[in-house]
């Protein structure tokens, strides 16, 4: 089962325009992290943000994590053509679980 | 390279063979994954290693399918009698695991396509 859910399914914008991408979540959890896919490549860690962390940078990237509504966004600032890719989020429940669950992620598309 | 590499990158079968892949981790990381993706999904896991020792397995993996983690280096996943229903992208992971116990960053292989004809 889908732990988180990314919305939206698919973003299209321009080069330069921020992209904003949201995750759902339905259980606690110790953290919440961000993977980017190339077309049929593996994943890549972007960022990992913990249960009592509000808010965390890693250059262009900017994640904040809301635990009382269950749901955290990944911003990503002057976009790239080469930020294409799928972005998905991975949540770990609380409770000691090694099991990091993803989403159906999100489509960016950026367009040169 | 020193990243997660996974063997075959692509493989075709017919309906009813058995397949085998094979992942070799980082050599620090004590913990592997396996997942596996469908077209437009997420990855769903399928079992976890912690050393040689194989501590989950989702509901996902059926009795057809078995993996082994010998030693805690390598891995293998099988899947005998593979059906269409088969067919994804198998991606293994590795990770640390050791400074917290909970679920940190997670290092991908490239994946394994599986088509089954």
Known sequence: SQQGEEDPQALSIQEGENATMNCS???????????????????????????????????????????SKKSSSLLITAS????TASYFCATAP????????????????VHP | DTGVSQDPRHKITKRGQNVTFRCDPISEHNRLYWYR????????????FQNEAQLEKSRLLSDR????RP???????EIQRTEQGDSAMYLCASSTGQATPEAGELFFGEGSRLTVL
């Open chain 2, 65 to 68: 399918f078995s993996a082994e």
């Open chain 1, 25 to 67: 979540y339905k259980t606690s959890i110790n953290n919440l992290q961000w993977y980017r896919q190339n077309s049929g490549r593996g994943l890549v860690h972007l960022i990992l943000i913990r249960s009592n962390e509000r808010e965390k940078h890693s250059g262009r990237l900017r994640v904040t994590l809301d635990t």
């Open chain 1, 94 to 109: 609380s409770g000691g679980s090694y099991i990091p669950t993803f989403g159906r992620g999100t489509s960016l598309i």
């Open chain 2, 71 to 77: 030693k805690g280096s390598f891995s293998t996943l």
């Open chain 2, 37 to 48: 993706q469908t077209l437009g999904q997420g990855p769903e896991f399928l079992t976890y």
């Open chain 1, 80 to 83: 790239r053509a080469a930020d």
